[in-house]
Every structure is written in C-alpha cells, then in structure tokens.
C-alpha cells in the first residue's frame, strides 16, 4: 500500500494520480506534513517514507519565506521524529542541488559544502542537515537525493519550462529574467523518480546521492528550443528584470549514484521536451484551473 499525503495548496492537484479510484494499493490522504497527530498516525503502519513535500518556488521563498521554513523545515522534523518513534525503516530525503549554492565551473559532488543563496534553497538545506542528524544521533537509516532541475508533464506552470509553454498556447510572451544565460542541467521526472527508487533498493543508509540529467543549458537556451517546438521565433521572448540573488549556474556530478546503483538518465532532452509540449497542449484543461491559484 502506497500512501499519499499532500496538503493540495495551489500546486497540488488530484488529477496527478489518475489511478486513485481503480487502483486498491494506492491511498489518498489531504493532509499536514506538519500535523504531529496525523503524521504519528500514519507512520506506525509505514515502513518507508519519502519526503517529497515542499514549497519550491524560489520566487515565492523571497516573499515568505516563512511559509518554507514552516513545510519544509518544521514539516521535515515532524516527518523524521515520527518515522523515528514507530520505526520507520527507510526515510528518503528528496532535496535539491540548489543547496549548494552557485558553481562557475566543474560539477558539485556530495562531499561539496552547503551554500544556499535564497530562502528556499536554506530551508531545503536545513531539512538536510536535520536528517542527516537523525542518521548520526538515532541511527535511522536516513537518505538523501539532491536532483537537478525537473521537468516533464504534470508540472505546475509557475516553473519555467511550463511556464514558457502555457504562455505560448495563450499567445504570450516567454518572459525570461535578466540576459537568460544563467545554467541549469534539465532531469526528466521520470528520471528522477527512478533514481529515487534505485537509492531506496541499492543504496547506503546515511547517504547522499546527486541525481542528474545530463543536459545543461541556459534558460534563454529553453525559451528558444520551446519556440521553435511550438512553431514561433524568437519574438516571443521577452527580457524582465532579473531575480533577486539569481544563482548562475548548478550542475551535480552524480558518480556515486551511478556506480552504486547503475543509474543512468534514459530521456534524451530534445525528445523529452518535445513530448511535455503536446503533454500542454493535450492538457489545457489540466493547467488552466492552475493559472490564478494561490
């Protein structure tokens, strides 16, 4: 039995598990990662848990960000205590490379040190280093996966690969901050999760793993490779000003997760990207309700 527990806020939305009404092994539970009461509850009929909650707009961290200290801090904690208090025998961290900070050049391993630049990335490393602390002071086998940027179908629109494509649909502008030259290395999520799912069966207690994707590029790079997918030139993107401590650069090297699990990313860029345009462009009805939640 796999439960799901998710707070739905504005970026969390049922129709991501389509199987919820047929599928006897999968279980939906609205609730509060920070909810002591139910979170107790639940773990004593859990044997692991993967933390996958968080806010994650970095934007939104530089307007509150206390609601990130609160989920992802405060929401980690109460996650890991519980799991803690009924013997929770696996607790997988799911985190980001943003907790490193900004990198010019080379890649980031595990052993690198932690130097968040926005509220989010702090409060991601934080969650961290608190679960790295129930591994060393209870014992908990506890493991952590740092990812790099994701993409694919069923993301929310507020990030930039979905962003740009929804815009489009809407003959809107792709706005795209500063000079657009700031890199990223692109996950597909399905690449992610089977990453995830390689640590859980192969990998070591106490452990952090990098998970890539193995495409980098800059975000100006992006918006032009969705214009072209979609049939448009580069008029359509629009230069805004830049964000706020704008991190140039991540990139992990995930070695490590490669030589002890076998993990390779299967989702070739282009194809990938390619194939989440149509997921939009099929899926309107998916998205639309999105736009102008909070």
Known sequence: MITVLD?????GNLNNLPDLKTNNRLHFLKGDICNPDL?????????IVVNFA??????????????????????????LSNSLKNGVRVFHQVSTDEVYGSILSGSWDEE?????????????????????????????????????????????????IPL???????????????????RRDWLHVEDHCRAIELILE??????????????ECTNLEIAAKISEIMGEGQSTIEFVKDRRGHDFRYSVNWN?????????????FNDGLSQTVDWYR????WWAPTLNQE
């Open 7 to 11: 707070s739905l806020t504005y970026a």
């Open 202 to 215: 192969k990998g070591r207690a106490g452990q952090i793993y990098n998970v890539g994707g193995g495409f």
């Open 164 to 182: 740009a494509i929804t815009n489009l649909i809407r003959a809107k502008k792709i706005p795209i901050y500063g000079d657009g030259l700031n």
């Open 282 to 285: 099929n899926n309107y009805e």
């Open 256 to 268: 490590k997760l490669a030589d002890e699990t076998g993990y390779e990313p299967r989702n070739d």
């Open 112 to 160: 690198f040190p932690l130097r968040p630049n926005s509220p989010y990335a702090a409060s991601k490393a934080s969650a961290d280093l608190i679960a790295l602390a129930y591994a060393y002071s209870f014992g908990m086998d506890v493991r952590i996966s740092r990812c790099s940027n994701n993409y694919g179908p069923n993301q929310h629109p507020e990030k930039l």
């Open 54 to 79: 968080a806010e994650s707009h970095v934007d939104r961290s530089l307007l509150n960000s206390a609601n990130f200290v609160q989920t992802n801090v405060a929401g980690t904690t109460n996650l």
């Open 39 to 47: 979170v107790d509850e639940l773990t004593t009929e859990t044997d």
